[in-house]
């Protein structure tokens, strides 16, 4: 029988699923680890037992039920005080995707694979790369996130705020060949096959591949990724093992438009880009902002006058096209061993990446008069590789553990523009990586040296646990202009030795108390786009006494664990001092020097609290609440003392008051689904408070049915009642004050069938 299935599904080559996978914890933090091991008992959500933060994981399980090309960063949006933003179905598209903990952005947060660093996660990597990127959804073993300051182990420098983890699946023993097929809303489709082998005790291994393709729910275009995996774990000894990973991920995805509100209300919900078919009304609305000055290109048809189509009213109205490009190779060794006294992790890692953000622009012309726009990009080239090392005993009555990491990051980043060949013919592939540029407006390449070491020790008297230890780290940053183009050239620093953490847990039977308090340091960037660097050199030179940013966490809080009942309720203190501000300096397609500086802290206070209730029969519910009050504490100063912006109590942009979901879900007699609504409140895009976008209420659905040991059709729907709300804010950044083109609406309503083989 089991031969024979194998010849079944080798016929039906991609058409394929893989069931849960057990959880396989590669993060070196101890927080993690225990997480991932709690989440083994069928539970939606594991709430940290025995840590000293509010921690919460989630594993393979949930991910599978999720819409097809899913990301993890938006699987994890049922965890409490997570805020997942994105204008697509899937949270996949980089360019609006962004998650926010406690006030903390995703610049501010830390970001793992197996232990490995991913970086901040902003859209122009500097160093790293989005989870996505690194792991098809269905390798992914489970998700760790710390929503206070992370683990002291964890391979990061800008973790003020909180740290996601995510873990690879281990291959298991035996030959299979399992995989799915995907279709539905926009022309979706995605395939996935996976094929496993080896020996239980022995070496096993996988391979994988997934291809996702999609229109652009608005507008014309489309976004595809092709992603591979290949994972090795091998046993040396009892105790010893070795893994190898590897990923190779080719993503391409034409952009959606920036919008105001007052943009959306004038063009509509489904305003986007200008399709090619648009070209000639494109050219005419180029045509007039050179024509009356408002681009600053030299005019090239003057008899297109001086004014716009109704209801156009500039040239960022829509641009022509936009899109990202993004290649990336990510591998790893590991030795690992997890003895009764004595365990170790050694990693390294390499991880290349090349990639292009393309824009249309009409502030630009293409050279010869051919047309009035031109290709401008961002392109960036990243070659980092880096070793970490971690070491744990017991000691008897206390359990130790040291680590080192370090990270050689050279990051290359360049502005260049193309030309297009006529107006009637745009001639080149948004969707392709640009050649033969007319013009480099600058060019840098960037180093970036990480040094980080870390000291936790943990002990228990009775029902107390004890967790007290610091990590330090040095980030040197050097950058050199190729050609400056008069962006900021020199070199900087942050070091901070000593970031201590202590915490408590206290066992009270079915209950646990837990408390803690964490210093965390955020080194600066490099990068033309990011921290000191993307200022003009005079403002680099004036920013001798530029601080990093810092902060200091206070929580606590109790879990509460039965056989029927998990769930946590948990408060927490948070000072940000240091605040950088990085101003943006005109519209974002112009992509003007930053204007930076240190403008005073903020202040988060919060509760938390989620709950996971299993009724038997496969029945059960999961709830999550947080409400955050995160506030700047200070007005933003001239040098002359004047204020600049009135933000002194006023609440950060893009942090909701009030984030809730819940979620009915069910396993019974081959049958499977959920049904998950998602609320939040509104959120500000101005430092002042003087523009907002209302909260919404979101609900999206899975059902399935299991029609054998090996065969399950599934199918998902996403913005179930097709709520019209903006999702992702803050795309061209935050302005003080006033309407912006930097708000995203989100996906209307969407549906996608899944036939998986496979077990």
């Keep these: ?111 793992t694979f197996d232990g490995v660093p991913l970086g901040d996660a902003s859209y122009g990597n500097h160093n790293g790369l989005h989870v996505s990127r690194a792991a098809i959804s269905e390798n992914i073993g489970g998700v760790s996130v710390t929503q206070g300051a992370g683990a002291i182990g964890t391979a990061s420098t800008n973790n003020l705020g909180g740290t996601v983890a995510t873990r690879s699946a281990d291959p298991r023993g035996g030959f299979i060949l399992n995989g799915s097929a995907s279709y539905g809303t926009d022309n979706m489709y995605r395939g996935y096959a996976r094929a496993e082998f080896g020996d239980d005790e022995g070496l096993r291994a996988l391979a994988s591949v997934a291809h996702y393709k999609t229109d652009k729910w608005k507008g014309f275009g489309e976004q595809k990724s092709t992603v591979a995996n290949f994972k090795i774990v091998a046993p040396i000894t009892n105790d010893v093992d070795v893994s190898a990973w590897y990923s190779y991920s080719d993503r391409a995805e034409q952009d959606y438009q920036d919008l105001s509100l007052e943009q959306i209300d004038r063009l509509g919900y489904f305003a986007d880009n200008f399709s090619y078919e648009q070209l000639a009304l494109a050219n005419l609305l180029a ?160 180093n970036t040296k990480t040094y980080q070491y870390f000291v936790e020790t943990k002990a228990e008297f009775g029902g107390l646990g004890v967790s007290a230890g610091w990590k330090g780290f040095s980030v040197e940053n050097t950058a050199i202009p190729i050609i400056s183009g008069g962006r900021a050239q020199g070199e900087t620093a942050v070091t901070d030795w000593f970031q201590p953490h202590v915490g408590v847990t206290y066992d009270l039977g079915e209950a646990e108390f837990f408390g803690g308090f964490t210093q965390a340091t955020r080194s600066f960037a490099s990068a033309t786009t990011a921290g000191p660097f993307a200022t003009s050199q005079i403002g680099f030179d004036g920013l001798g006494d530029l601080k990093p940013e810092t902060s200091n966490t206070f929580e606590a809080g109790l879990r509460y664990k039965t056989s029927m009942v998990n769930a946590v309720v948990a408060g927490y ?62 007005d933003v100063l001239n040098a002359d003392g004047s204020v600049f912006a009135a933000t002194a109590g006023k609440t950060t942009v893009d942090s909701p008051k009030h984030i809730g979901y819940a979620e009915i879900n069910f396993d019974y007699s081959g049958f499977f689904g959920q049904v998950g609504a998602s609320y939040q409140s509104k959120r500000y895009f101005t430092y002042e408070n003087t523009h907002s976008v209302d909260g919404r209420f979101v609900v999206d659905a899975s059902i399935g049915y299991r029609i054998s040991e090996y065969v399950e059709i599934r199918g998902n729907a996403t913005n179930l009642f097709d709520e019209r709300y903006i999702g992702t804010i803050g795309t061209n950044g935050f ?25």
């Design 1 to 111: 029988m089991r031969t024979s299935l194998h010849w079944m599904l080798a016929g039906t080559a991609m058409l394929a699923a893989a069931p849960a996978f057990a959880a396989n914890p590669a993060e070196t933090a101890a927080e993690t680890d225990a997480a991932a091991e709690a989440a083994t008992d069928g539970e939606i959500v594991v709430f940290g037992e025995g840590l000293t933060r509010q921690t919460a994981d989630i594993d393979q399980q949930t991910l599978a039920v999720s819409a097809p090309a899913v990301s993890p960063l938006k699987a994890i949006a049922k965890l409490p005080g997570v805020n997942f933003q994105s204008s697509d179905p899937f949270g996949g598209y980089e360019w609006a995707q962004r998650i926010s903990i406690r006030g903390f952005n995703q610049n501010q947060l830390g970001f």
């Design 287 to 446: 045509d007039v902002g050179a024509n009356t000055g408002y681009t600053g290109a030299a005019p090239q048809n003057p008899g297109a006058g001086t004014r716009y189509p109704f209801p156009y009213t500039s040239p960022d109205d829509a641009y022509l096209d936009a899109a990202g490009l993004r290649r990336d190779h990510l591998a790893y060794v590991k030795l690992s061993s997890d003895g009764e006294t004595f365990g170790f992790d050694l990693t390294g890692y390499y991880h290349n990446n090349e990639g292009q953000g393309l824009w249309g622009t009409p502030y630009v012309a293409s050279p010869g008069g051919t047309s009035p726009y031109a290709i401008r990009t961002t392109e960036y080239g990243i070659d980092r590789m880096g070793a970490q090392a971690t070491v744990n005993a017991d000691l008897g009555v206390v359990d130790a553990t040291v680590g080192v990491w370090y990270e050689n990051n050279d990051f290359h980043q360049a502005r260049r523009f193309y030309a297009l060949s006529s107006r009637t013919d745009t001639s080149r592939s948004f969707t392709s990586f640009q050649e033969d540029p007319f013009f480099t407006q600058w060019e840098f390449d960037f």
């Design 573 to 634: 203190y948070v000072d940000f001092d240091n605040r950088i501000i990085s101003f943006a300096n005109g519209a974002g397609i112009v992509g003007n020097p930053a204007i930076l500086r240190n403008v005073g802290s903020v202040r988060s206070v919060g509760v938390e609290a989620g709950a996971d209730v299993r009724l038997g029969e496969g029945y059960g519910f999961y709830v999550s609440y947080a409400y955050n009050d995160s506030t700047y504490r200070n």
């Design 735 to 759: 302005g003080n004050r006033g309407d912006a083109q930097t708000l995203h609406t989100a996906a209307p309503q969407a549906f996608f069938i899944t036939l998986k083989l496979g077990r």
